[in-house]
């Protein structure tokens, strides 16, 4: 065991190096004496590097600041430079240490640097489709860390993600985002998070022949929140203004679930009126797939759809206004084709001739929209602004941009921009340049664009009890896209999207009471399909969020000044408590509301905790002392459990 005493430099310097080619064994740690000698970073470093091989040097310049250290260790012929350097933030109390690994030459293959899991609690990163809270529950294998599909073979990563991670000890770790980052969590059980830097049979593109490097930072701060506030004003972008108060307020309704592809104009007035029929409020109505004839032509099929614009006035007369799902793809039979490709508009081969093909879910050739090319963008933002100003249309369902769409082979603008997750920046920011004033818009991708007012929604959920993608990821994906910068967050559908089996009624009803709390709502399965109990509950759960609804819209502006998520987990106000740190079933809306819902099949009743301070129990009355468990609280089937902070 190691300790750094502070301003140490020559001892920090043996150490990182010694640790960062597997000199000391694998548990070997570092300390910072700063910080009362804490551990700061436990793991495996420099695997693969073999100190046989080559030789150390000093590579300090003149130039070098006075609390860096530098190695220089020859490896194979070619150079590779390890710089560690340590810096102390005395006025925030926070002690950071950047790695960077560089390559002279392309003759190295990859760096890698691995941390330990197993003594503290990780939170952040993406979304995976067995999400679990914190992440050291999940099992991912190596695999590049762009936005992805995690319904793939082998699964992706989440189109929404950050190269952020913090821990429950106070550390946190960013790295750079245009290293060529690979990433496994606790893969075959092994408790590390790995990260890799390598160009070779990857999607990134490293068309300068740039040689390899992995810099990232890790900070250490008294706790996790100290930590956390610290990274995310430094790393994390805050939004600069909060999407439409409406969506706050009402459901979205949406035709996919119900509906699949067979929608048409008199099933969508038809869907508007049972709505209205059974006392639903709607900030506004989704016309999903498929409404166009071929995919790419972002106009209606006028079989299915004879007078858009009168379906549009009718469902303004009857207090809707209308969305329309949209996505990246053009189809080969459409005819925009033609036009996109003698202007050159769609992504490219990588030798920026050909255009590339490329498979989805709805079609097994298609191009793609290359919105990394500024005329690409625009000529896709000015077709749909047409459709809003022929019919009328309100906004869009921006679907796909993952990065895993790319051709095989691609090439995206500007030349220098190594991370093929650029596709995914760039289509969000066309998205809301689409509608800029209003931003009732939707994606479902994120990378870097934390700063973009806009709703994130979650990925396609299935109607499924427990972690596989189903009600019990809800909470640990609203939470961990919070902690990564996306405050305005969509849960999917109510109840799933019935890809194989549609969800029976008690699902249902578990599944719109967590959404009561969430800071939007969105309906496609349709409660009357059920029963009356099931119309009563579910309509006194759309009540009880409008009733809240302000509350999200304060929390949401206060997201722009501060850049805390709306729905924030209970050790965002007990960061030291051990119990709050693992909670996965709970979340708090603000500081001061918690909420417990019951996600488990045939549960009349569930375990709550609640961290230190004074609660008010709005479900059964009375005041409750925190810091304890409830045990056995009972929650029929109609009942949602939540509480508000009085002191």
């Known amino acids: 065991m190691f300790y750094l005493p502070s301003g140490s430099t020559t001892l920090l310097l043996l150490i990182l190096f010694s640790v960062g080619l597997n000199l000391l064994p694998a548990d070997a740690e570092f300390l910072s004496g700063p910080l009362n000698k804490r551990v700061f970073l ?120 950050e190269r952020y991670w913090v821990n429950s000890d106070g550390m946190a770790l960013h790295v750079d985002w245009e290293v060529p980052l690979w990433v496994s969590v606790n893969a075959s059980g092994d408790q590390l998070l790995c990260l890799r830097s390598q ?37 994390l972008p805050r939004p600069t203004a909060i999407p439409d108060e409406r969506l706050f307020r009402h459901p979205i309704w949406s035709t996919w679930a119900q509906y699949r592809k067979n929608i048409t104009q008199d099933l969508v007035l038809e869907f508007a009126d049972d709505i209205v029929a059974n006392g639903f409020a709607n900030a506004q109505m989704e016309i999903d797939d498929k409404w166009e004839t071929f995919y790419g032509d972002l106009d209606f099929d006028r079989q299915k759809f004879p007078d858009p614009a009168a379906m549009v006035a009718a469902l303004a007369a009857k207090g809707f206004r209308t969305t329309l799902w949209v996505h990246t793809f053009v189809g080969l039979d459409s005819p925009a084709i033609a036009d996109g490709l003698r202007r050159r508009l769609f992504v490219t081969d990588s030798g920026g001739r050909q255009p590339g093909l490329t ?77 800029p004033d209003v931003r009732h818009q939707e994606v479902r991708v994120g990378a870097q664009t934390q700063h973009v007012p806009i709703f994130v929604r979650m990925f396609d959920k299935d109607s499924r009890w427990g972690y596989s993608n189903g009600i019990e990821t809800l909470i640990p994906h609203a939470l961990n896209v919070g902690i990564i910068g ?14 194989v089996v549609l969800p029976d009624r008690e699902l249902f009803v578990r599944w719109a009471q967590v959404n009561a709390f969430l800071p939007s709502v969105q309906y496609s399965i349709v409660p009357w399909q059920f029963d009356a109990e099931v119309v009563e509950i579910t309509r006194n759960m759309t009540d009880l969020h409008e009733s809240y609804a302000q509350k999200f819209i304060d929390l949401a502006r206060e997201s722009t000044v501060t850049g805390a998520p709306i729905v924030r987990p209970l050790w965002w106000i007990a960061p030291t408590d051990p119990v709050a740190l693992t909670i996965d079933s709970e979340f708090l809306v603000g500081d001061d509301l918690l909420v417990a819902p019951v996600v488990k099949e045939g549960a009349r009743s569930r375990d709550v905790y609640l961290p230190a301070g004074r609660w008010h129990d709005e479900l059964r009355g009375g005041d409750v002392d925190g810091a304890q468990w409830l045990i056995d609280y009972r929650v029929e089937l109609n009942e949602l459990p939540y509480f508000t902070k009085i002191a």
């Open 42 to 161: 436990k793991g495996e470093f420099g695997i693969g590097l073999d100190p046989v091989a080559g030789e150390f040097r000093d590579c300090l310049t003149e130039d070098t600041e006075s609390q860096d250290s530098c190695v220089e260790y020859a490896y194979d012929g070619s150079k590779v430079h390890l710089t560690i350097y340590e810096a102390l933030n005395e006025t925030a109390d926070i002690n950071c240490t950047t790695v960077i690994w560089e390559a002279e030459d392309c003759t190295v293959d990859a760096f890698q640097d691995c941390f330990d899991l197993t003594d503290a609690y990780w939170y952040g990163g993406t979304l995976v489709r067995k999400q679990y809270w914190p992440i050291e529950g999940t099992s991912h294998d190596l695999a590049p860390y762009v936005t992805g599909n995690v319904a793939g073979v082998p699964p992706g990563y989440g189109g929404v993600l």
């Open 199 to 235: 160009y070779r049979d990857s999607p990134y593109s490293n068309h300068q022949d740039l040689p390899l490097s992995l810099r990232y930072t890790a900070c250490r701060g008294r706790d996790v929140r100290h930590v956390h506030d610290y990274m995310a004003a430094k790393h």
């Open 359 to 435: 498979a989805w879910w709805d079609e097994a050739s298609a191009m793609l929209v290359d919105f990394t090319n500024d005329r690409a963008a625009e000529w896709h933002a000015d077709r749909l602004r047409s459709l809003q100003t022929e019919y009328n249309i309100s906004s869009f369902k921006f679907d796909a941009g993952e990065s895993n769409w790319l051709p095989g082979c691609y090439r995206l603008s500007p030349l220098n921009r190594t991370n093929p997750s650029w596709y995914s920046t760039r289509y969000v920011e066309t998205a809301y340049g689409v509608d």
């Open 486 to 499: 996306y405050p305005f967050v969509l849960p999917d559908m109510v109840g799933g999207n019935g890809y």
